[in-house]
């Protein structure tokens, strides 16, 4: 019965990490490839492909009964400093 109970977790996020991805991956292209004309629809493709993602590792270590993560506020924090630095990275080398 554990054997199944993994097999089911996995595949289910499989295939929400999937979907996710996808919808990532099409926003920013969307947003990113001017001859598109879809800047706008391409950030709410991304965003929902982020949600996603983040829901998929939810329904993850709920099917595994794992305890929910917790973060400090320091990782918090990390995380925030490496976005905004990768953003800047970015806008820096549009230029």
Do not use: Q, Y
């Not at 996710?20 to 391409?42: D, H, N």
């Not at 993560?69 to 230029?95: D, Y």
Request: net charge positive; glycine share 10%; aromatic share 10%.
């Amino acid at each position: 019965m554990e054997a199944l109970l993994d097999e089911n977790s996995s595949f289910a996020a499989m295939v929400l990490g999937t979907v996710s991805v996808v919808f990532f991956a099409l926003g920013m292209c969307m947003a990113l490839i001017s001859e598109w004309c879809a800047f706008k629809p391409g950030i709410v493709f991304g965003c929902i492909g982020l949600f996603l993602g983040l829901v998929t590792l939810i329904v993850w270590r709920k099917m595994e009964h794992k305890v929910p993560i917790r973060f400090p506020a320091k990782t918090l924090l990390t995380v925030i400093v490496g976005v905004v630095g990768a953003l800047a990275l970015g806008v820096g080398m549009c230029f």
